[in-house]
């Protein structure tokens, strides 16, 4: 469902938004209460909603909006909602924070998936930020959700170079990503992103271990530089080959596992 569909939609419950400029906290985001809040994320596959006072403001909030408005037109099959909780005067929404268990330590963000009836969480110990947030989502949806650095047609060949077992295919997309390298303007923004993805595939490749297993070391050697003193140039650079990498995980839950174990 589209945005502009949704405004209209969202007037057939009750008349709760009758023009977005009224009834949007941010542009990109809806405001739902307890009579809006399962009619309207049912209708989409993913809801990312934050949970928050009810006039939320500062740089978690600014992080959650921002992403919402710099996705907006990209999928429609993701909603960002704000959910603001009085607990004085009437106690708006005040159901809902007992209904999903939110503690008054505002802002939490939870990802309603699908047809899930437990919906997941966003790391409370991880920085609430535009970038964390994107994360989270790529984690935890199907939905193309580009990561800075990234790049769709990359991550996509990235996915289907994860997805064969075949050495003969997986060499073949190699090719194809050093032939697009070639053919891509110098100037193209999109060019220094290249060495990137065809690093990992060449190591891949080349090693005897798990593409989860290579996946998993060269992750965690990336997160041990960017704990050393570093220039600000340097951990961009770390932080987009931790994005790339991202792209690759077809198998999030067997990298995750991996991870977890070594």
Not at 13 to 26: Q, R, Y
Not at 192 to 202: A, E, I
Request: glycine residues 4%; proline residues 4%; contains cysteine.
């Amino acid at each position: 469902m589209a945005y502009k569909s949704f405004v209209f939609a969202a007037t057939l419950f009750g008349g709760v938004l009758i023009e977005s400029g009224n009834a949007w906290t941010a542009r990109g985001c809806v405001d739902l209460d307890s009579s809006t809040f399962d009619k309207v994320t049912s209708k989409f596959r993913y809801s990312l909603i934050k949970f928050d006072t009810a006039f939320p403001y500062g740089d978690k909030h600014e992080a959650f909006t921002n992403l919402a408005l710099e996705t907006v037109g990209a999928t429609d099959d993701l909603l960002f909602v704000l959910v603001g909780i009085k607990d004085y005067g009437e106690k708006d929404n005040a159901d809902l924070g007992k209904r999903f268990n939110i503690p008054k330590e505002y802002p939490v963000i939870k990802l309603f998936a699908g047809d899930r009836t437990e919906p997941i969480d966003f790391p409370p110990d991880e920085e609430v930020s535009s970038e964390n947030l994107r994360k989270f989502l790529k984690r935890n949806t199907d939905l193309y959700i580009g990561l800075p650095g990234c790049v769709q047609q990359l991550d996509e060949l990235a996915l289907k170079f994860m997805s064969t077992d075949d050495a003969t295919e997986r060499q073949a997309i190699v090719a194809e990503v050093e032939r697009t390298e070639r053919e891509t303007e110098a100037h193209d923004p999109t060019k220094k992103s290249f060495p990137m993805y065809l690093s990992l595939m060449r190591k891949i490749v080349k090693s005897t271990q798990t593409p989860a297993h290579v996946l998993s070391e060269e992750m965690r050697r990336v997160e041990k530089l960017l704990k050393e003193k570093l220039s600000d140039a340097k951990k961009a650079e770390l932080k987009t080959r931790i994005n790339v990498m991202l792209s690759f995980d077809v198998l999030k839950r067997a990298l995750k596992y991996e991870r977890t174990e070594l």
